[in-house]
Each structure stands twice: as C-alpha cells, then as structure tokens.
C-alpha cells in the first residue's frame, strides 16, 4: 500500500506512507533432472542394456532436495517521510524498513535506513546551507554458496535423515539441509554518511561552495558450524568458528567556484575547483576449530581447543589512498545555435610510484543546434535537431593500493630458529614498479540529437571509437633481478567501437489516451590491440577457470582478438563410451595444439523496449529487455552431463542421451560442446493499474491507485540453462557458474492513496 500526500505548500508538513509486499517465486531446473522414481526406472530399464547402469545408487528414499532447503518468500517495505518548512528553509525526514527473505529458509536481509535532509536560503539566497544525514543498519543471513548445486546434484533416493535422526551423509557432497540447519553465518553492516555544502554569492553571477562528505561504513562477520556439521561429521573439525569486523572512513572535501554570465546572444559558463578524498580501511579476523560443545557460536572463540593449543589464526591489515583533483571547465552558448564546451581535471593518486603519480585528463567537445539556422525555418516539422561531437581523456587506477612498492610477507613455510624461538620467515610478493601510471582512455564521440513533430517523435545516435591504452596486467619476469617472480605495469592497448541508438514516441496523445514507445539499441566492437611493449611481452593470455575436475582454463586472449573467447577443444562425438573425439587428435591425445576460438561470451548487442499505455483511468506498462551476439558457457553441464559420475551424483536426464552409438561414460570435459548460444529478450516488467479519480468527491482523498506488477515474468532463449543473463564483465564473460544463485520470478500487488 502506498499513501502519498500533496507536496507541502509554505508553512505546511506533508507525511507520506509506503507499503508493499513481494511475493517472490523460484525457477528452479528439477524438472532437468530424475526424481527417485525416474532414476530408479532409468536403472531398471538401462542396466539391461549395459551393466554399467547397475552402478546407479538406491538408498531407499525419496527425496527432494531443493524442495527440503527452500520456500516461498514474502518480503515487506514500508517507508515513512516527513517533510515541510518554506521557501527559505525545508526539510525531508525519511525512515524505511526492509524485511526480505531469501529464497533458501533462514536466509535473509533486514534494514533499517534513516535519511535526514535541511535545505535553508538566506541573504535574498545568496548564502545557501545544504545538510544531508543517512544511516543504514543491515543484518543478513547467509547460506553457503553451494547449496543449490548440492541439491540438484544429490541423489534423490537419498533420505534426509538417518533412523537415529542424525544426518544422512556420504563422500559424494555435503546434506543439503545439513548444511542449511549446521551452519550459521550472520554479515551485519552500518553506513553512515553526512554531508553539507555551503555556497556563496560574494557577487552577481559568481558562486563560491564548498561542499564537505564524510561516508563511514562498519562490519561484523560471524560463522559458525556445529558438530553435527558435514564438516564435523565426515571430517576432522569439531566445529568451526570465524569472526571478523572492519570500518572504512571516506572522506571528501571539494571547493568549487561557477561563474555564469549571459550578456546579449552570448552565455558563458566556467569552473574551477579542488577536491580531496582520503580513504582509510581496517578489517581483522579469528578463526578457531574443534570447540569443547555447541551452543556458543562464533562468540566463544577462546574456548575452542585449537585456540589451546595455539592453531587458530589471527589476520588484520589496514590500508588507505588518497585522490587529490584540480578541475576547470568552460561552456559557451552563442545564440543556442553553436555550443562548446572544455574542460581540464589534474589528478594525483597515492597508488602510483613517484614517476606517474599524477596524470592529465581533458576533453572538449562541441554541438551545432541545426534548427536554429535559417534554412531549416520551412522544415516545420523538425522540432529540434542537433548535431555533436566531443573528445575526451580519462583515467583509472589500479584497483589495489601499493602495488608501486616493493611488498613481503610473513610465512611459515620458512620459518627459523632464533634465539629459542620459532619466528616466522619473510617473502617477497610485490616488486616495487616506479613507473606504474594511470591506464588511460581516449574517446571521440559523434552524435546526432533530434525531434519531430512538435517533439512527438524523440531520438538520438551516438558513433563512439575508444581506444584505452597502459592497460594495467600483471607481468611475469625473471628472479633475479626482481625480487618475485611478477609484477604489474602498464602495458596492453584496447579499442571498442560502436553505435547507440535511442528512439521514443507519442502514438497517441489525447485527453482520455495516450500510448508511448521507447526504446534503445546499442552495438560493440573491440579487438586487443597490444599485449606487450619492448619491457614486458606476453604472446597470450590465459584467462578462468573450469574449476575440479577438469582444471583448465576458459577463456584466452591475443594481439587482434575480441575479449571473451573461449578457447578449448572441439568435439565430433564419441570414439567409445569412455573418449571423446576431439577435432585434430583423431589417433592421439588431445594437447593444447588442438585447441581453438570454441565461442564468445562478450554480447555485441544489447536493446531495451518499454511501453506505456493510458485509458482514462486504466494505465498499463511493459518493458523488454535483450542482449544478443554471444555464447554461454554451461559449466553445469560441462561437469555433470556425463555417466562417469553415475555413482557419485544425480546427473540431468541429458546425460541418458546417446552420443552416436555410445552412451557417454567419458571423464568431464571442456569443449565446445558445452558452449551454447546465448541470445535472449526478457519481459522484465509488467504493470497494470487503475486510477479512481475522488478529487470531485471527496475532499480527503483525491484519489485512489491499485495496481499489480510481474518482474521477471518471461525469457525467449534457446538456451538450456536456468538463465541466460550471466556476468558479462571482465576478461572472463559469459560463463554460469556451477554455484549460483537460484532465478526469480517476482510478484507485487499493491495500492496507493493521494491526500
């Protein structure tokens, strides 16, 4: 339910009220795989053609494992907002509860945000004070990464319990509601940020501010296992604890000056500013195993036995940068007709070496309003038309602080005697790089900006062509004279290029209806221009991981690649039920100069639909959302679509299927048999609701809105997976993993109030 007051007038508070409650559904892949009468008749049926078969394990149960470790979830919001003063001094007082339930039962994430904003005006609004406080308060509960995966891949003959009521547990894989009810890890996270930011008019058309964030954030970690824990059970440990805590202060701190001016056809704008930003994080651990009894948790860590006995493990570590900017930019505008605009940012970062440590980034840009000109007075039916272009410079640094220095390490792995102690050996890890500097990019951008028909017609193209340069890598180089054998610089060169379009229209546009289409395209090049320069080469690189039992990589790069190649071996069936045939080692193993480009998992286009519809007081919303040009990586598959772990798992009813003449019984491979097609579109939104207008009738209530919306109701893809919208980031696109999140489907119904 959503209740909404009008906007508070001078003098007045307005209260406002959200509600709603969300219904999520998960789309699990059960049906993908054999319950416990279907695997029983599979072994029943098949063993008669191959005693292999008999292989297939029936414990007597029936289980469903997924079903055993997840629920329906009900989450809730409501949100409280009070707000009012005048046109000198205003403020919005926020408070918003979130209770969300996981998919999995005692999963969770609850919070708690506090948001308070003044805003006040003095001196004819010459002197402006602007305060901004918001606290956030969030508890979660966690569930291990591989639940899901241990559910699906866990025979379904298997019961959940013994007869004494302890857990049902084998080798092949943890009890997935013993992992569920044994382990409990709790994250608990506060974040709090204040700003303010003071401006001065000392003069017309010059404004001076300063504007001041501070942003704190604090966290607590705990897990803890029990005895009855698969890792208790089955291994060594009597329980496990671990807790660990960190804060992190942000602090920024800008001063700026604007000056604007518009004298005759001419308007002139220009910036200058400095900003500050100093960042400091710490963060420790504790770790203890084989606890006397349960009960405790991770909050009695010194009673565990490997605390007596001085195995636990204490970590902590604490780190900080800092970002120092000068910027100035200008902008003229002659008669709305002919635009410019420059601008400079000078920036300075601690994580670079004393060569590098600043860098220079500008861009400029300018834009010609067509329509302004004469010669388009008799084209009436163009309302805006603008042509752009703009270059500009940016930088990036690397993502982890003193990687310019030289680093060591504490290990135990060389360890000396000293003085009738043991202490601990020093190792070299990072070689000291002076020369490290900030990766930069170059983009040229041209665009065209238009409308038609008294802007009933509305779009935009924009042909972009980047180029990034002193891409930073780790490098492999000889010890000695480096202390390690690896080091970052900045070396490689990349290009994307491309195309984004943006259209939307008024079909309709009358009192009692209207209907309103938009929509968006984009398309994508890039190749890798450069791996080495004449200090650091590298032929390739090779990028993921398939992970046990396999253990290769996925995805590799060269000079005048695309990113997101898979690279591995190709299959043409089976050359008996135990070998694959691969492509180029017909009559002999299979090594890495038979593997080839097997598919990409970079999209090349993504595109986006919304439409919306209005009839007196019904209203309907839709949008569609796509990516296209890529490949998946099914790891799933990869591992257990195949006979060979027949005893171990539950495989998917695919692995039944004949390859040829063969059922396959071959070890887990990665091939491209195993990469499929990943184009999708999604209906991501759909939203029906009706307006009562009460303003004629009722003096309270103005009017009354109920609607439902489905999030995620619909996906168009061939491929075989749960979901076809994976990580698309990185070096590594394109691959699902084996321990994922399960999909959801989500719905809400609600109601709002107008007062």
């Known amino acids: 339910i959503i209740i909404n ?18 219904i999520d559904q998960m789309l699990d892949e059960t049906s993908d795989y054999p319950d416990a009468t279907e695997l029983r008749s599979l072994k029943s049926r098949l063993a008669k053609e191959d005693s292999r078969f008999d292989l297939i394990n029936d414990f007597k ?77 969030v508890t979660q509960g966690i569930v291990p990464d591989d639940l899901y995966m241990q559910a699906l891949s866990r025979n379904p003959t298997i019961p959940v319990y013994n007869a004494d009521g302890s857990y049902y ?45 501070y942003m704190g954030d604090f966290n607590d970690y705990a897990y803890s296992t029990t005895q009855k824990h698969y890792s208790s059970t089955m291994g060594s440990t009597q329980g496990q604890a671990r807790l660990s805590g960190g804060h992190g202060e942000d602090k920024t701190l800008e001063l700026q000056a604007d000056y604007s001016r518009k004298f005759g056809r001419h308007t002139l704008q220009a910036t200058v500013g400095y900003s ?5 994080h710490q963060s420790s651990e504790m770790y203890a195993y084989d606890f006397p009894i349960d009960g405790f948790g991770a909050w ?20 900080r940068i800092k970002l120092i900017g000068f910027y100035g930019r200008v902008n003229y505008n002659f008669d709305n007709k002919y635009l410019f605009m420059a601008s400079l940012r000078h920036e300075g970062s601690d994580k670079f070496g004393k060569n590098n440590r600043w860098g220079t980034f500008p861009a400029v840009s300018a834009g010609w309003r067509i329509t302004q000109e004469k010669f388009m007075r008799d084209a009436y039916w163009v309302s805006d038309l603008k042509l752009r272009v703009g270059y500009g410079i ?79 890598y780790t490098y492999t180089v000889p010890t000695p004279p480096n202390i390690t054998n690896s080091i970052l610089a900045n070396v490689g060169s990349m290009r994307n290029q491309g195309v984004e379009v943006m259209l939307s229209g008024d079909l309709i546009s009358r009192k009692d209806m209207a209907l309103t289409l938009s929509g968006n395209f984009s398309y994508n090049k890039n190749k890798l221009i ?115 772990w027949l005893s171990s798992f539950n495989v998917p009813k695919s692995a039944y299927q004949k390859i040829g003449e063969y059922y396959n019984f071959a070890p887990s491979i990665y091939s491209d048999r195993y990469i499929e097609p990943g184009d999708y579109v999604k209906l991501d939104n759909l939203t029906i609701g009706y307006t009562f207008d009460l303003s004629q009738r009722n003096k309270v209530i103005r009017s009354i809105r109920v609607f439902c919306t489905g999030m995620n109701l619909l996906t168009i893809s061939g491929y075989s997976g749960l979901d076809p919208e994976v990580a698309i980031v990185g070096l590594t696109s394109g691959v699902d993993p084996i321990n994922k999140y399960p999909n959801l489907r989500s719905y809400i119904v609600g109601a709002s109030f107008n007062f």
Not at 7 to 17: D, K
Not at 276 to 280: F, H, R
Not at 450 to 468: E, Q
Not at 535 to 556: D, K, V
Request: glycine letters at 8%.
């Open 5 to 22: 007051t009008k906007r508070p007038q001078s003098g007045r508070v307005a209260l406002e009220y959200k509600g709603y409650v969300t």
């Open 394 to 472: 940016t930088g990036t640094a690397p993502s982890s602080p003193y990687q310019y220095v030289p680093l060591y390490n504490f290990s135990t792995a060389y360890m000396g005697y000293d003085g009738g102690k043991w202490v601990n050996g020093i190792v070299p890890t990072n070689n000291a790089n002076d020369d490290l500097k900030w990766e930069r990019k170059k983009e040229l951008n041209v665009g065209l900006d238009f409308a038609l028909f008294n802007s009933r017609f509305r779009g935009s193209i924009d042909f972009y062509n980047r180029r990034t340069d002193d891409l930073l």
């Open 169 to 213: 547990e084998n080798s092949n894989g943890a009890n997935p509601v013993g992992l569920l009810k044994e382990q409990n890890t709790e994250n608990k996270y506060d974040q709090l940020m204040m700003s303010g930011r003071i401006s001065v008019e000392p003069v017309k058309d010059l404004t001076i501010s300063a504007t001041g964030i």
């Open 61 to 137: 149960g029936d289980t469903d494992w997924v079903r055993e470790i997840t629920r329906t979830p009900v989450s809730q919001t409501h949100y409280v907002s009070l707000q009012g003063g005048n046109a000198r001094t205003n403020y919005l007082a926020s408070v918003t509860y979130n209770d969300k339930q996981g998919i999995y039962k005692g999963s969770f994430d609850e919070s708690l945000t506090a948001k308070l904003s003044i805003n006040h005006a003095m001196f004819d609004d010459r002197f402006k004070i602007a305060l901004n406080v918001s606290n956030k308060i």
């Open 530 to 644: 450069s791996l080495s320069n004449d200090r650091y080469t590298m032929e390739y690189l090779t990028l993921g991981s398939t992970g046990e039992p396999m253990q290769t990589y996925t995805h590799r790069l060269e000079d005048g690649w695309a990113v997101g190649n898979f690279y591995g071996w190709r299959v043409d069936g089976l050359k008996n039920s135990t070998t694959w045939n691969v492509v180029g080692a017909e009559n002999s193993d299979p090594s890495e100069d038979n593997k080839t480009i097997i598919g990409n998992g970079m999209p090349k286009m993504f595109a986006a639909l919304q439409a919306s519809y209005r009839w007196k007081g019904l209203d309907v919303s839709v949008s569609f959302r796509g990516a296209f040009g890529f490949d998946i990586l099914n790891a799933y598959r990869m591992k257990y679509e195949t006979l060979a």
């Open 300 to 319: 009695n860590i010194g009673s565990a036995n490997s605390t007596l006995d001085g195995t636990s493990k204490l970590t902590s570590y604490k780190y």
């Open 276 to 280: 500050y930003n100093d960042y400091i």
